[in-house]
């Protein structure tokens, strides 16, 4: 990766400079033209890269209680339905339960065994 972005910018020098300039020392002008040049093109990838985590962070889970059919769900919530978590993969609507189709639904945590107890109060597996 540095070897390329290393060619990328001799490529932008070579295409920038003559070939007189090229083998004159380098000036403080022109070094702090590059300095200037490869922080902006830094700074333009990080705003992009900024915008994609916010829009990630805005489709995250939510978590919105216990499934109830009567409801539709969103991209991203979760639900708990029969002791177990589940998350909306896109728009499911009214009466899709979990576990029901596969292209609304996925597990993210299953039931475990439900706890007997004991006469004594001890609990038992």
Not at 68 to 86: E, F, P
Request: proline share 4%; glycine share 8%; net charge positive.
């Amino acid at each position: 990766m540095i070897a390329a972005r290393a060619a990328e910018i001799r490529t932008g020098l070579d295409t920038n400079f003559s070939e007189e300039q090229l083998r004159r020392p380098l000036s403080r002008r022109i070094a702090h033209m590059l300095i200037a040049t490869a922080t902006a093109a830094t700074a333009a990838k990080l705003e992009g890269l900024a915008d994609r985590v916010e829009a990630l962070e805005k489709g995250g889970i939510r978590y919105v209680g216990t499934y109830q059919r009567a409801s539709s769900y969103a991209k991203g919530d979760a639900v708990t339905h029969s002791g177990s978590l589940w998350i909306a993969l896109k728009a499911v609507p009214e009466g899709a339960a979990p576990g029901s189709d596969p292209v609304y639904w996925q597990m993210a945590a299953k039931a475990g065994k439900p706890v007997k107890r004991t006469a004594a109060g001890s609990i038992s597996t």
